[in-house]
């Protein structure tokens, strides 16, 4: 089970973290990783991270304003969002692959959050 937290409405140029927490899986090793859906569009790619945290994964266009990290301990991995745009409004959703693999396609991704809406506004 995912559960994603954080979102919210904010203003252009702002910033704004995003939270999922796993719970119920018993192995290692898992890949987690965000994507977003604005309305109208496709799911798309934002951020992926390994179990170690070295090896991380962004949408090119995203690259040097979100962050992705992750707290094992913890369970959670984090999406850090900064100066943001209307255009990065969308619903944010947290997923899970039971791989080592960190990768940007949707199908690979087992297990998903329920979302969290991110607003933007100008």
């Known amino acids: 089970q995912l559960q994603a937290s954080g979102g919210g409405s904010v203003q252009a140029g702002d910033s704004l973290r995003v939270s999922c927490t796993a719970s119920?899986?018993?192995?290692?090793?898992?890949?987690l990783g965000w994507f977003r859906q604005a309305p109208g569009n496709e799911r798309e790619f934002v951020a992926a991270i390994g179990w170690r945290s070295r090896i991380t994964r962004y949408a090119d266009p995203l690259k040097d304003r979100f962050t992705i990290s992750r707290d094992n301990a913890r369970n959670t991995v984090t999406l850090q969002m900064n100066n943001l745009t209307p255009e990065d409004t969308a619903v944010y959703y947290c997923a899970f692959d039971p791989s080592s693999r960190v990768s940007d396609m949707r199908e690979l991704y087992r297990y998903w959050g329920q979302g969290t809406l991110v607003t933007v506004s100008s």
């Open positions: 119920g899986w018993t192995g290692s090793s898992y890949a």
